[in-house]
């Protein structure tokens, strides 16, 4: 698709392949060398160009003097400072609230369109769901129930308990299983650092991953951009994963990404602590306390083991056999399917937002309706992706109005096999052709 009219174009430059889409120019360091939420978020400034404000649709805000009082926390305001914020806004806050408060800190219309493509009229798919919801969630609540947080805990404990033990026994089997709880732990606490801030959100940095980090290259950028340029998931693994259907892809590249996708879910999270330490060095991130978790852990172990080198062994078991859990299930369950919306596939006409994610995500049969499964392996995901800070506990209650408005706009939705979308992956990472159909669901089934 042709750049829209005034495409942003002075961050363009020739080593680019990819044309910027819908949106109005290919995102500023998008290829950088190493991309992190600072990256991202410096980026996504430049291109939204807005100074010091908060954009809300096309209109700009001072939030400066709500960032304390923000009922969701702090962070989400002030790592937004200076960005469009429209599609965060929408998807975050179910009910009126936000909205009325929000008219307190307009300063003036913006100048420039919005960068994004992404509507949200009062008529279309994602505003109609949002209104059909909210009595639901009116009824039932936001919050985890108690089973979720029961579970959520009691997964964390057993993964203090497997951990000490496998120390202090030297046994790989504990630490094995030790691997699995922290990986279930970790999925699990992805639900709640969606939300407003809760002590929950930082059972994720158990491991090496940071909830503060991923509240942007996660709950900002994925969520909201899902499978397009500005995704950061979908462009923190190229050059060696490249999701996105691009004839110039490499041929051989894309083959061996199939064989080396598998030591990328083992090494992803050893992997992230040794680019936290060069974004700490370059001055791109500050050590947030949380993030040293890990690494008391290691020193637990080191007391408990018989070695300091044991200990060592045994962690970075732990920690590869948790990466490997927690990186295959979202990777190869959720968005990568060649019948799935990626940048480059033919784009829908109507660009709401909620139809744009419907093309963007699927829901696998196997995990639908088993709580546990479906909080430890991304499951209920169109709906999370509709509703990203609505607990987990409380989505399977949004399938009958969801079903309704899928109906109403014609959206014959269905849920996939898991081996479709395991094979999907595979074969979305070798893809080079753009689809030229309409995206959506086809026949109510991926082939
Ligand atoms: C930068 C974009 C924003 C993000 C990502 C965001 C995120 C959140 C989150 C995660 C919650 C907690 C939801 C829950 O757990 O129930 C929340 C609640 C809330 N936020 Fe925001 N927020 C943003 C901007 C704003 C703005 C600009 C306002 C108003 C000026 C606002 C007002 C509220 C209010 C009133 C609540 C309480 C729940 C509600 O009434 O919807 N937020 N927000």
New binding site residues.
Partial sequence: MAPREGEVTQESTDSQRLNAGAFRGYPALRDTPLKSSHTWLAGKRIDDNIGNY?R?HDKL?D?SE?VDK????RQ??E??RGTD?TE??ES????S???V??Q??FIKNADNPRNSPYTFHEDGFYKTLKRKALPVLKEVG??PTRQMLLMHDATAISFICLCLCAARYDSYMLVSLAGLSLAFTVAMAHNFF???DNFRMYYFDLCPLSSSEWRVTH??SHHLFTNSIYDWEISALEPFVFFLPDPAKNKYVAYLTIFWSHIFYYMAFLIEILKRIVCICMGHMKIRPENLLPFIELLLMCYLSSTPTTAFKLWCTMQSIASFIFVYAPLTGTHHHPDIWHHGDATRTDQDWGLCQLDTVRDRVEVTGNLFLVCTTFGDHTLHHMF???DHSKLPYLYPVFFKTCQEFGIPFAFQKHTDMHMGFYRQVINRSPNKDDPGYKNNKLE
Avoid: C, D, N
């Fill in positions: 908060w809300v805000y939030l709500f923000h009922p969701g926390g989400w305001i790592l937004t914020v965060s806004f975050s806050h179910i009910g609230t936000a909205e408060l929000l307190k800190y936001t919050g969606h939300q407003r709950a900002i990203p800070t609505v």
